[in-house]
């Protein structure tokens, strides 16, 4: 079976992040992100389930998530995955949005998953040049070309992506989001939502494509990313998230994000070491 092999690349001139999953047999449970997700698949087949529809992946396939899209991906045959990507935080596509379309406004893509050539010829020269430490402005200006092409043709106002939330499910989000660090129960939720179990558990899935738990377990992901980017230690990252323990972390940290939380912070610590 082929190696699996996972990289990831910060670039500061661009402010984003690379991946490149190579050999990748893992399965990836439904979860969302903080920031959009743009890549594409160079080899392999999957099962994508994204906002509640499901989709066939394969070689050419283009992935657009918008911040807070539910999606999970699991294998269609004993094929293994090839994946290149790009993690790109609200902050910067704001600036990239208000630079090729002169509105500064997030955009929002409205389909999950294209077949875009055009694209693709933006996409893939790009990531190499991130992976590689390229540091042409021939990189800055294929980001934009990307950009531009995906807002073209896929963008609409961020806002008319989010499915109508009822009032008592954005008041159970508001609690999961300032208790994450401590332990909850089910019956804080619906005490501060005013929502029985059964309702609550319905109304949310439903809103936010993910049940409460699972919202939790993603905070606490995207909150320990930041701390590890900031150069915590596991543990005390584990600690700090309302985790029980390192070991509970750590299964959960990689099959969301696909490395382990000590690999994810060399990434970091390295770039800190390179910029001394």
Known sequence: MKKEIR????????????????????????????????????NGERCLSCRNKEYTIEQGSV???????????????????DYRGFNISKEVMLDLSEEVTGKRQLPGFSRNVVCDEEAIC????????VMNGVGEFGKEESLLFLI?????????PFESCISECRQEIEKACEFIDKHFTERIYLDQICRHA?????T?????TKAKGVTPYRYLETVRINEAKKLLQKGVPPLEAAI?????DQSHFTNYFSSFIGLAPGVYREIFFEREKDNE
Not at 11 to 39: M, S, T, W
């Open 240 to 244: 700090q998230t309302g985790f029980s």
């Open 148 to 156: 531009s092409t995906l807002i073209q043709n896929y963008g609409q």
């Open 194 to 198: 005013g929502l029985s179990k059964s």
């Open 7 to 42: 990289t990831v690349v910060y670039d500061d001139e661009l402010r984003i992040e690379a991946y490149r999953f190579e050999g990748i047999v893992q399965p990836f449970p439904n979860h969302f992100h903080e920031h959009y997700v743009i890549g594409f698949v160079e």
């Open 200 to 204: 609550l558990l319905r109304a949310f």
């Open 122 to 129: 933006y996409l893939r020269p790009l990531h190499e040049m």
């Open 63 to 81: 992935l657009l998530f918008n911040p807070g899209d539910n999606h999970a991906c699991v294998q269609s045959d004993n094929g293994t995955l």
